[in-house]
Every structure is written in structure tokens, then in C-alpha cells.
T-cell receptor, first 114, second 115 residues
Framework: DAGVTQSPTHLIKTRGQHVTLRCSPI?????VSWYQQVLGQGPQFIFQ???????GRGNFPDRFSARQFPNYSSELNVNALLLGDSALYLC?????????????FGPGTRLTVT | GNSVTQMEGPVTLSEEAFLTINCTYT??????LFWYVQYPGEGLQLLLK???ADDKGSNKGFEATYRKETTSFHLEKGSVQVSDSAVYFC??????????????WGAGTKLIIKP
């Protein structure tokens, strides 16, 4: 089975622009979470979607938004990019329900803002 | 609030040495605990997990025991190899938050194994 896939792999944008990152979960997974990983730090939670509804939101500004589609894939949108948005953006998918909250991560999208 | 604290790196060891990477946590509910590994140039991979107190997670020779009394989940391996060189992240997921899928992460510990 295919793992979590993300596109694009790398992206270079300039300040003020908008970016859309995409994620396809593992087949059968209904949950998608987004994380931001700045170099040398642990991931920071941005959003969680389950069954197309937002289940959680981290401490990120309103410039960050996301959605989940009927096929459970997801997009992360970031408006008015800042230099500080440069990071690796990780998508993770998980199975519905269950007490073991295991998440499977994609390879990430490396965003560079210049 | 919920948090995870890991020992700072880098940790440098010789091949076949014993490894311990400390991880402690604070949580308001009943967390599940995880160790993830990030090899150079690769994405995060789940290494092991434990869902309740006294559970021991194990994988690839690595072990960690969920200690509720000391709020710890230290990662250990008896004999490390050069191929274990990576960044290791401790993380928790707290059911009491009402969300099953959010992970709270430590800052990561870089492990360097010298031949």
C-alpha cells in the first residue's frame, strides 16, 4: 500500500505570496493532521481534520487554513507568507477511532520563503 | 498544559555502546507515548509506542517503558550501530484533550554513532 504522499516536495515563494500544500492519506485513513517543523526543532501541530471536519487547531495565525476533501485528501493554505514560514510541512494520517493514536507521516514539503 | 522534555543533543557514542535518551512529560489526562525517528533526509517514522502505564514498547532493539510514577518514557538500546544515527523525538497524545490525533513533541535528540 502507498504511504502518505505530499506535493510538492520543495517550494520557493517570496514574502506576501500564497501557497497551497497537498496531502493524500493512506487508503482507509480518515484523519489528516498538519505539522510545521522548523529546522532543529520538533514538529508543531497546525491542524487536524477528521471526516472533513476540523478537530483541532494549534497556535498558528489565521493566515493558515486547511480543508479535507470527500476522498480524505487535504490541502494546507498559507496566505501572506513571511520569512518565518520557511519550514518543513508534514502531513500525517491516522485510522478512525481507537485508543492508540498512531500517525503515519509523509515525507514533507520543504517551503522556503525569500 | 501538556509538554514533552527530552535531553539535549547531540549524543555521541561509539558503536556497540549502550544508549539512553531521556524523555519526561506532563499531561492532564492519560497519554499515549511515542518515540519517532528521523533518519537523515527522510521523514518521521514511528519507532515504538506505549498506551498505558508500565507498558513497554520495543522495536529494532530499542525499548521504552511507560513510567507513570516518574512521568518518563526513556529510550534505550543495548548496543547501538552506526545506522542508528538519526534524530529521535519523544511525543505524547493525550486522550483527555478530546482529540485522538494531536501529538505533542519534544525538541528532538540528535544521535551520532561513531564506528
Amino acid at each position: 500500500d502507498a504511504g502518505v504522499t505530499q506535493s510538492p516536495t520543495h517550494l520557493i515563494k517570496t514574502r506576501g505570496q500564497h501557497v497551497t500544500l497537498r496531502c493524500s492519506p493512506i487508503s482507509g485513513h480518515k484523519s489528516v493532521s498538519w505539522y510545521q517543523q522548523v529546522l532543529g526543532q520538533g514538529p508543531q501541530f497546525i491542524f487536524q481534520y477528521y471526516e472533513k471536519e476540523e478537530r483541532g487547531r494549534g497556535n498558528f495565525p489565521d493566515r493558515f487554513s486547511a480543508r479535507q476533501f470527500p476522498n480524505y485528501s487535504s490541502e494546507l493554505n498559507v496566505n501572506a507568507l513571511l520569512l518565518g514560514d520557511s519550514a518543513l510541512y508534514l502531513c500525517a494520517s491516522g485510522e478512525a477511532g481507537g485508543p492508540i493514536n498512531e500517525q503515519y507521516f509523509g515525507p514533507g514539503t520543504r517551503l522556503t520563503v525569500t | 498544559g501538556n509538554s514533552v522534555t527530552q535531553m539535549e543533543g547531540p549524543v555521541t557514542l561509539s558503536e556497540e555502546a549502550f544508549l539512553t535518551i531521556n524523555c519526561t512529560y506532563t499531561a492532564t489526562g492519560y497519554p499515549s507515548l511515542f518515540w519517532y525517528v528521523q533518519y537523515p533526509g527522510e521523514g518521521l517514522q514511528l519507532l515504538l509506542k506505549a498506551t498505558k502505564a508500565d507498558d513497554k514498547g520495543s522495536n529494532k532493539g530499542f525499548e521504552a517503558t511507560y513510567r507513570k510514577e516518574t512521568t518518563s518514557f526513556h529510550l534505550e538500546k543495548g548496543s547501538v550501530q552506526v545506522s542508528d544515527s538519526a534524530v529521535y523525538f519523544c511525543a505524547l497524545s493525550d486522550l483527555a484533550w478530546g482529540s485522538n490525533y494531536q501529538l505533542i513533541w519534544g525538541a528532538g535528540t540528535k544521535l551520532i554513532i561513531k564506528p
